[in-house]
Nanobody
Framework: QVQLEESGGDSVQAGGSLRLSCAAS????????MAWFRQAPGKEREGVAA????????AYADSVKGRFTISKDNAKNTLYLTMNGLETEDAAMYYC?????????????????????WGQGTQVTVSS
């Protein structure tokens, strides 16, 4: 059974940092593209960062480039999102997701439509 469990969300001040984790079970993160998405109240869910099965390729939303880093630890079967320079606009519920089938990457790695399995989310709050 595929399961994704996010953690690491917190309330921080603008300019601060957080690292989100997504523990995966029921499959290997080394075989799938994985991604982080976020959704703020009243807004659509948007892709933040994605990483290919081998971690050779990553993709970022323009709004987070240079501030966020996606990574994964195959031994721990865990996906991470390191967020630096947090802005109030980054406040949202953050979700990790698994793309199917195994090995797939493009053509739209940050599109929600290509991800089938989702976690329950972890809340990030950023105050000014």
């Amino acid at each position: 059974q595929v399961q994704l469990e996010e953690s690491g969300g917190d309330s921080v001040q603008a300019g601060g940092s957080l690292r989100l984790s997504c523990a995966a079970s029921g499959f290997s993160v080394s075989l799938h593209s994985m991604a982080w998405f976020r959704q703020a109240p009243g807004k659509e869910r948007e892709g933040v960062a994605a990483i290919s099965p081998t971690a050779a390729v990553t993709a970022y939303a323009d709004s987070v480039k240079g501030r966020f880093t996606i990574s994964k630890d195959n031994a721990k079967n865990t996906l991470y999102l390191t967020m630096n320079g947090l802005e109030t606009e980054d406040a949202a519920m953050y979700y990790c997701a698994r793309k199917v089938p195994a090995g797939a990457w493009g053509p739209a790695p940050l599109s929600t439509s290509s991800y089938l399995h989702w976690g329950q989310g972890t809340q990030v709050t950023v105050s000014s």
